[in-house]
């Protein structure tokens, strides 16, 4: 059994930071792409970040040059570094991983269960 458990959603100003961390424990194997995607109240879910195994990393255009994404594959943990929020950030952010959990066994995507980021203006 796999879980992802996020933390680090709070409330924030406009202008302030957040850093979120997602860490996936259980039988793994092996994890590919980590990231993280956001859905705002009444729109669709869109994916904000995304980080490969190597460190590849792919960016939303709205939240560029303002987060990071980075990954610890010692502790099978992905982080979101938020800078300069905005109102318009405020959304539940929820982390991904595509992982195995044998050598041979398909790779499935896990979510964590959302953690919710409110920046007021």
């Known amino acids: 059994q796999v879980q992802l458990v996020e933390s680090g959603g709070d409330l924030v100003q406009a202008g302030g930071s957040l850093r979120l961390s997602c860490a996936a424990s259980?039988?793994?194997?092996?994890?590919?792409?980590m990231g993280w995607y956001r859905q705002a109240p009444g729109k669709q879910r869109e994916l904000v970040a995304i980080i490969t195994s190597v460190g590849t990393t792919t960016y939303l255009d709205s939240v560029k040059g303002r987060f990071t994404i980075s990954r610890d594959n010692a502790k099978n943990t992905v982080y979101l570094q938020m800078n300069s929020l905005k109102p318009e950030d405020t959304a539940v952010y929820s982390c991904?991983?595509?992982?195995?959990?044998?050598?041979?066994?398909?790779?499935?995507?896990?979510w964590g269960q959302g953690t919710q980021v409110t920046v007021s203006s």
């Open positions: 259980g039988s793994i194997f092996s994890i590919n792409d």
């Open positions: 991904y991983a595509r992982l195995s959990t044998t050598w041979r066994s398909p790779i499935y995507n896990y």
